[in-house]
């Protein structure tokens, strides 16, 4: 069979497969996400060979010895529990409105930084990272009142797009792509964005080489550059779930930023934030993404 005839079979498949989850997942009751993630979290431990040891390879060279064995298999199936329950949640919330998906967040924390911006015309470079349910933070913007938007890659297959992508826009969200120029996400910032940017991932974008986790990893630069040159506060802000299943947003206070600082230096302060709320709650963060692949260059 054609190389381009299996692509096109495969992305298919996988269309009606996210279109199936999506039906399933819309008449399961959102108070049993935890045993469906146990139970997701439970299979794709077992069959997702590679990926586990991409995340044991991860823990190490974050934790090094502070983590024992058995520690580390503690956290190990916390983590792909947090990957079954994200499954559910975003189908789930592919369904529900703004308004309802937003109001699963019980705990605003910095949002006093956001209002500064806001009341001085002012839009907001916003780094995060896939930490908790990243996907329910822009939403939760755009519900409190805030002009939101998000960067991200165009994905491999229209369909798919339009059902990742379409339900974002669809729910006030303005989706930039971050293989564009990025004239169109300039201007928005100019009339008061809030816009997300991931960038705890080894991707192919601008980046610089500074410390993550404590190694050296390379890290997106745009957030360093766009705020530097165009003034705009520079915060990190993350979304976690509690205990009671429910979420808390935090922002926290500008990065400051002074003539002499660098892209490096920049990145590494946004690094240090992120890291640290990474530590907090690590059962919570992607682990299965090779984030170290990038040899930093000499």
């Known amino acids: 069979m054609p190389k381009p005839l299996i692509k096109r079979v495969r992305n298919f498949t996988l269309y009606l497969i996210i279109q199936f989850l999506r039906g399933v997942f819309f008449i399961i009751p959102w108070a049993a996400r935890i045993w469906v993630g146990k139970t997701l979290g439970t299979f794709a431990r077992l069959v997702m060979k590679k990926q586990k040891k991409i995340i044991l390879k ?16 503690k956290l190990l ?27 699963l967040v019980t705990e605003f924390e910095g949002a006093q930084y956001l209002d500064e911006a806001k009341a001085a015309g002012k839009g907001v470079i ?27 890659k165009k ?21 930039f792509d971050r293989d564009s120029a990025p004239i169109a996400m300039i201007k928005e910032l100019k009339k008061g964005l809030v816009l ?23 890290t997106p630069s745009a957030p360093a550059l766009m705020a530097k040159k165009f003034d705009y506060p520079l915060v990190t802000i993350f979304i976690t779930r509690r205990p009671d299943g429910k979420y808390k947003v935090t922002v926290n206070k500008p990065i400051e ?37 990038s040899p930093p260059i000499n």
């Open 58 to 73: 991860n823990f190490e060279l974050a934790y090094g010895n502070k983590l024992d064995a058995v520690a580390r298999e």
């Open 77 to 103: 199936k916390e983590n792909f529990t947090h990957y079954g329950i994200s499954v559910f949640e975003f189908m789930k919330c592919s369904t529900l409105s703004a308004i309802k998906v937003a109001a």
């Open 126 to 152: 916003a780094v995060t990272a896939h930490l908790g349910n990243w996907e329910i933070l822009p939403l939760f913007i755009a519900v409190r009142g805030y002009k939101a938007g998000a960067v991200g």
């Open 155 to 175: 994905l491999f297959d229209e369909r798919i797009d339009t059902i990742v992508n379409g339900s974002r826009r669809r729910q006030g969200v303005m989706i």
């Open 196 to 218: 997300g940017l991931l960038v705890d991932q080894d991707t192919n974008v601008d980046s610089v080489f500074v410390p993550f986790l404590g190694k050296i990893a390379k």
């Open 257 to 293: 930023i002074k003539a002499e600082d660098t892209p490096e230096s920049i990145a590494t302060a946004y690094n240090k934030e992120i890291s640290d709320a990474i530590y907090a709650q690590p059962e919570q963060w992607v682990w299965l993404h090779d984030r170290w692949k």
